[in-house]
């Protein structure tokens, strides 16, 4: 579209030219030489000036464009900076209780701000499993598990994209009293790209009143 659009210009251009040019000999023929060089004269400055005026922006659209080129090619070829965060929350219950309360999609609701939480009809159980959650404000996200080993670890990323790529590990660990359970989130973002703060001080406060929901849950539970 632009190159049609510098042709045309050109063309006009062009055009506009040649009729001038042959208003001046008009004019020059009919008893008026003066006038008509005067005519050529002004028209072939104008025009001069409209070559160098386009060259320059020329010039500078190919700069531009090539700064910009040079500048994704060097983000594309940069790694992206990683992040990995984690919080740990022991509890008095055997890893199968916690694992039986964290797993299912469902719980979601009694551990989370979603409002519903239901498996994507046709995507399979364990591995491949897709999760939709529903926030009270209505918005919807995706999760899909890509790993697990029932009760030891569950893996998960979401669909949508965004601004970072994330994957979220759920990790069951005994104990001497029960287990311990690890939240953790690796963190990719685009070269670049930093936290406004410091990033395991962020998933501490976000982490920790999920484990402390699983924690009253299963107090409920067990009461």
């Known amino acids: 579209m632009i190159m049609f659009a510098k042709v045309l210009t050109n063309i006009l251009f062009v055009a506009g030219f040649l009729a001038i040019a042959v208003l001046a000999s008009t004019i020059s023929y009919f008893g008026k030489p003066e006038v008509g060089l005067s005519i050529i004269v002004v028209a072939s400055v104008l025009a001069l000036m409209q070559a160098v005026a386009a060259g320059i922006v020329n010039t500078r659209h190919k700069r531009a464009v090539k700064a910009a080129q040079e500048t994704q090619r060097a983000n594309a070829a940069t790694p992206p900076t990683t992040y990995s965060v984690q919080a740990t929350e022991a509890f008095d219950y055997d890893a199968q209780t916690v694992w039986s309360l964290i797993r299912p999609v469902q719980s979601a609701v009694l551990l989370t701000d979603a409002q519903r ?66 939240i953790g989130m690796v963190i990719e973002l685009k070269a670049g790209d930093k936290f ?11 982490a920790r009143s999920y484990l402390k929901r699983v924690s009253e849950v299963l107090s409920a539970r067990q009461g």
Do not use: M
């Open 117 to 182: 939480a239901f498996t994507v009809p046709g995507t399979p159980a364990g591995v491949g499993e897709q999760q939709c959650l529903i926030g009270r404000d209505g918005t919807a996200s995706i999760i899909e598990v890509i790993g697990e080993e029932s009760p030891k670890w569950a893996t998960t990323r979401p669909l949508a994209p965004g601004k970072a790529n994330t994957r979220t590990s759920y990790t069951l660990e005994p104990t001497p009293t029960g287990c311990a359970l690890t």
């Open 196 to 206: 406004a703060h410091d990033p395991q001080s962020w998933w501490e406060s976000h």
